[in-house]
């Protein structure tokens, strides 16, 4: 018999439920919830970073952006999209006309998951388990922010925010219901745009990530003035 899949809504509000850490349980503010993720112990990825990532922006905020993982910039830094993923996120927020600082940016998974090669540290995936680990976090800072659209960056942003295995190229650039009030907007992960090889390729596919913000920033604003 298949598993029934739960809402999103229900997904986030079982996330936000489940037991948490001693520090997990009564935090009353973004700030808190900051320094808790350094405390944190869910899984084991804490044990070779240097420090959790958690989100950044204004609370309140009406577009909430999540990625899959900090980086190795974004782990010695201590904030999310610092390296050159960020870069492209960057200018690509700024061609579709969105402010970053307007903007609340956070990861599915909170410690940057790598394998050593030599000085250099790879990005590796992180399994299902450990973003199961750490939607308890993503849950808070969505109480915290309660925006109008979360922009999932990559297959893994979305499965932690809808709870089960998604594909991009079947949710992209769809307004999808999320939670009251807030709906899902689906795009590719701007790291995708840094492996394209082929120069032309790496232009046509960085245009429709651009197209996809555009889109969901003028859906945000028809929304809004309802």
Same mark, same amino acid.
């Given at each position: 018999?298949?598993?029934?899949?739960?809402?999103?809504?229900?997904?986030?509000?079982?996330?936000? !439920?489940?037991?948490?850490?001693?520090?997990?349980?009564?935090?009353? !503010?973004?700030?808190?919830?900051?320094?808790?993720?350094?405390?944190?112990?869910?899984?084991?990825?804490?044990?070779?970073?240097?420090?959790?990532?958690?989100?950044?922006?204004?609370?309140?905020?009406?577009?909430?952006?999540?990625?899959?993982?900090?980086?190795? @910039?974004?782990?010695? *830094?201590?904030?999310?999209?610092?390296?050159?993923?960020?870069?492209?996120?960057?200018?690509?927020?700024? *061609?579709?006309?969105?402010?970053?600082?307007?903007?609340?940016?956070?990861? @599915?998974?909170?410690?940057?998951?790598?394998?050593?090669?030599?000085?250099?540290?790879?990005?590796?995936?992180?399994?299902?388990? #450990?973003? *199961?680990?750490?939607?308890?976090?993503?849950? #808070?800072?969505?109480?915290?922010?309660?925006?109008?659209?979360?922009?999932?960056?990559?297959?893994?942003?979305?499965?932690?925010?809808?709870?089960?295995?998604?594909?991009?190229? @079947?949710?992209?650039?769809?307004?999808?219901?999320?939670?009251?009030?807030?709906?899902?907007?689906?795009?590719?992960?701007?790291?995708?745009?840094?492996?394209?090889?082929?120069?032309?390729?790496?232009?046509?596919?960085?245009?429709?990530?651009?197209?996809?913000?555009?889109?969901?920033?003028?859906?945000?604003?028809?929304?809004?003035?309802?």
């Amino acid at each position: 018999m298949a598993t029934r899949q739960r809402p999103p809504e229900e997904h986030v509000a079982r996330a936000r !439920s489940e037991r948490g850490d001693a520090i997990g349980r009564h935090l009353n !503010s973004i700030e808190e919830l900051r320094d808790a993720v350094n405390a944190c112990r869910r899984c084991g990825l804490w044990r070779n970073a240097t420090q959790g990532v958690p989100g950044e922006g204004p609370l309140k905020a009406d577009l909430m952006l999540v990625g899959e993982q900090p980086g190795d @910039a974004e782990d010695l *830094e201590g904030h999310p999209f610092v390296g050159p993923a960020g870069s492209i996120l960057d200018r690509a927020l700024q *061609e579709a006309g969105i402010t970053r600082r307007d903007v609340f940016v956070s990861n @599915a998974v909170k410690h940057f998951k790598f394998e050593p090669r030599g000085k250099r540290r790879l990005h590796v995936k992180p399994n299902v388990e #450990e973003i *199961e680990a750490c939607r308890w976090w993503l849950a #808070e800072e969505l109480k915290f922010v309660q925006p109008k659209l979360v922009i999932a960056l990559g297959a893994s942003a979305a499965r932690s925010l809808l709870g089960h295995t998604v594909t991009v190229s @079947a949710m992209r650039g769809l307004p999808t219901p999320f939670m009251e009030d807030t709906h899902l907007w689906v795009t590719v992960h701007p790291s995708y745009l840094l492996r394209i090889p082929d120069h032309a390729s790496q232009r046509a596919e960085y245009s429709k990530f651009v197209d996809d913000l555009e889109g969901a920033l003028a859906w945000a604003k028809r929304k809004a003035a309802k």
